[in-house]
């Protein structure tokens, strides 16, 4: 047989995206590693969580031990996005420090992503920094570990396009917010500025954005009205419009 | 640590289900083994087409790899669907022949799975024969070696949730295709029978299925009229009724 296999030296890791969103700026979780070098990184050397995956687990508990001891809950819920398999994708010194931190002989690593969308808070936030973790802007991310950067991107180009066909802004948002916040997010997810008159329009008209009794307190501007996203409208309205089914065919 | 990786027991396979339609019927592509072992099977020893991954190669490679192999062509179109993970979906009698094959010590086998969907001519059911392959109706498919059932049958409902949502039907479709063919491949992916009066119905005020001037022949029945996809006007059909993008916000 002329294909090497080689299966003793390839090991299986998952690698988690986890965006947060405060109300003010989209974030994702990263941790902070001194084992894998990155050089000149203005904001010190992180990476994904993320991990080898260990004898005796599938890659579902793998994925809850690491959300587990970054965000101290092990039930987040992750969508599982590409296998990143190229043979080349860690290679060299890269290499030779996963191999030392592992004290393993690997010559690839091929990692599972997955993607997950998370209402940000406080305690969160100190969760993190307690745990070797820290939410950080996506625009102040510099240079990443390893190959986590093309991972970053591939996510965020995921939820960009997500973003146009189902309602993932809501897992994003608490419960009660107000349409500058949903613009916020949506501009930070698409990267590009939104025209506030027409998208206040357009999400009004929706049908499954409905206004609260509550007003914003304590802020500088007008106080803006609370709005919530209701999921049942939602499903409704996306019967209404969308009724290609071959089910009902 | 208490976490045991093992990482130098462990391997890395992929597995591709491939659906064809044969304007009768529903098949998948099944490769004969002769090295996995699988009690009670009727129709003799079968697994999907798949392989280790090889020490040089990323996935999307060994995908390639295996398709040329079985269908003769590279470039087969492939969608990653899960990837199959638990540490016992191989194991005893199954494991020691996949062991003995590849002259290995594996403990376990993490698979990542492919969906493909390809309109079926006698040129690849003869290729398929010919490269110990064959392509198989779905509804006479048995026991298969490993978990392979479990992956096909995800798979099938892959698809049937596919089919609700995307004009998949039609990657497995001839150009030119019945009404009746169209019904027998949903019947065929949803597993229930459909009303063939209300089905005609649906297709025909869809607005992206459109007659064309020509008709069955050689047929003992009344030949039905040929009917196209027209992808243009789905996508504008798609556009038109869903109008919930973000981006245009």
């Known amino acids: 047989m002329q294909t090497n296999y080689q299966y003793d030296k390839q090991a299986i890791s998952l690698d988690c995206v986890v965006f947060g969103f405060d109300g003010q700026s989209l974030k994702v979780l990263l941790v902070r590693c001194k084992h894998f070098s990155s050089e000149g990184s203005s904001i010190g050397n992180y990476k994904l969580p993320g991990?080898?995956?260990?004898?005796?687990?599938?890659?579902?508990?793998?994925?809850?031990?690491?959300?587990e001891k970054r965000i101290g809950m092990r039930n987040i819920y992750m969508r599982q996005m590409d296998v990143f398999s190229d043979p080349k994708r860690i290679q060299g010194e890269d290499l030779r420090l996963v191999n030392k931190h592992y004290n393993a002989d690997l010559t690839r690593i091929i990692t599972v992503t997955y993607i997950s969308l998370v209402k940000l808070n406080n305690q969160m936030v100190s969760f993190a920094l307690k745990n070797g973790a820290e939410w950080i802007d996506i625009d102040s991310v510099k240079r990443l570990a390893l190959d986590h950067n093309n991972i970053l991107i591939k996510a965020l180009n995921h939820i960009?396009?997500?973003?146009?066909?189902?309602?993932?802004?809501?897992?994003?948002?608490?419960?009660?917010?107000?349409?500058?916040?949903?613009?916020?997010?949506?501009?930070?997810?698409?990267?590009?500025?939104?025209?506030?008159?027409?998208?206040?329009?357009?999400?009004?008209?929706?049908?499954?954005?409905?206004?609260?009794e509550e007003k914003e307190v304590d802020v500088s501007h007008k106080p803006a009205l609370y709005y919530k996203f209701d999921k049942k409208l939602y499903e409704q309205e996306i019967k209404r419009r969308f009724k290609l089914s071959l089910r009902s065919w």
Chains 1, 2 share one sequence.
Do not use: H, W
């Not at 960009?160 to 916020?184: C, D, G, S």
């Open 51 to 67: 991990s080898l995956i260990a004898n005796n687990e599938d890659l579902d508990s793998a994925v809850a031990r690491v959300m």
């Open 160 to 212: 960009a396009r997500q973003l146009q066909q189902e309602p993932i802004a809501f897992e994003l948002l608490p419960k009660k917010f107000t349409i500058r916040a949903l613009r916020t997010l949506c501009e930070a997810i698409i990267g590009f500025e939104l025209d506030s008159r027409n998208f206040r329009k357009k999400v009004l008209s929706s049908g499954y954005v409905i206004p609260t």
